[in-house]
């Protein structure tokens, strides 16, 4: 069973277009994550979610929206595609604050 | 907030000799220290970690590193690398009680035969 799911893990859309990207963990963490990685491989932080609460927002885009339905799942919801959001963005959780993160595969997404 | 540094970006290395990877960071407070390897097209793997106890960690596939809190290091070494070790390899930081992961730029390390 993987830890960390992701889905899709490509995906390709036009300018302007609105994506989402799922994410699942069943390792019983209560903290989630989105990092974007991009084509230097520079990974960053965008948001950060506790027992469904939104902890971090490190200023991303307003077009990007996170959602928690519950402790498991953490999913980004992407509106008005725009071609500087090409980039793998990867989910991730963590057992406590401060904790190793792991990490899903990722989802490689390509604005055209 | 704290910051993390890799020394090399790219480290070629023949297969069979020791490596070794740089990494500085910054912080004001109490620290747990990470680094992470990413295979090509695949997420980040876990190597090892440093929470506390002992400054010496070992890891997964032979790697361990060492915590020197005065010069405020944390770099990886193995003795002896293989051609499967090609692959990134990201130092990481987080303050303790923060929910936050601040990341390296990354080591690419090649090995060759």
């Known amino acids: 069973d993987t830890a960390v799911s992701q889905t899709p893990k490509y995906l390709v859309t036009q300018m302007g277009n609105d994506k989402s990207i799922k994410c699942e963990q069943n390792?019983?963490?209560?903290?989630m994550y989105w990092y974007k990685q991009d084509s230097k491989k520079f990974l960053k932080i965008m948001f950060s979610?506790?027992?469904?609460?939104?902890?971090i927002n490190e200023t991303v885009p307003n077009r990007f929206s996170p959602k928690s339905p519950d402790k498991a799942h953490l999913n980004l919801h992407i509106n008005s595609l725009e071609l500087g959001d090409s980039a793998v963005y990867f989910c991730?959780?963590?057992?406590?604050?401060?904790?190793?993160?792991?990490f899903g595969q990722g989802t490689r997404l390509t604005v055209v | 907030a704290q910051s993390v540094t890799q020394l090399d970006s790219q480290v070629p290395v023949f297969e069979e000799a020791p490596v070794e990877l740089r990494c500085n960071y910054s912080?004001?407070?109490?620290?747990?220290l990470f680094w992470y390897v990413q295979y090509p097209n695949q997420g980040l793997q876990l190597l090892l970690k440093y929470l506390s106890g002992s400054t010496l960690v070992k890891g997964i596939n032979g790697f361990e590193a060492e915590f020197n809190k005065s010069q405020t290091s944390f770099h990886l070494r193995k003795p002896s690398v293989h051609i499967s070790d090609t692959a990134e390899y990201f130092c990481a930081v987080s303050e303790v009680n923060d929910y936050k992961l601040s990341f390296g730029a990354g080591t690419t390390v090649t090995v060759r035969a």
């Open positions: 979610y506790n027992n469904k609460e939104l902890i």
């Open positions: 390792l019983g963490h209560d903290t």
């Open positions: 991730a959780s963590s057992q406590f604050a401060g904790a190793e993160a792991f």
């Open positions: 912080s004001s407070v109490s620290v747990y």
